[in-house]
C-alpha cells in the first residue's frame, strides 16, 4: 500500500465513522485488508504447467 492509498483508506474510514460509528471503521477496515490480499493473490499468480 503506497501513501496516497493509505492517506485514502485512512480518510474514508473516517468518514464511514462519523456516520457509522467505530463498528463501521472496523468492517471498512476488514474489508480493506480482504481487497489489499485479493491484490497479492492476483499479482503473485504463477500458472503450473
Keep these: 500500500m ?3 492509498d493509505f492517506i485514502k483508506s485512512g480518510l474514508l474510514a473516517a468518514a464511514v465513522g462519523a456516520v457509522n460509528g467505530p ?3 472496523a468492517q471498512e ?3 480493506q485488508v480482504a481487497r489489499e490480499e485479493m491484490s497479492k493473490d492476483i499479482l ?3 500458472s503450473s504447467g
Design 2 to 4: 503506497d501513501r496516497r
Design 23 to 25: 463498528k463501521a471503521i
Design 29 to 31: 477496515a476488514e474489508r
Design 44 to 46: 503473485n499468480y504463477v
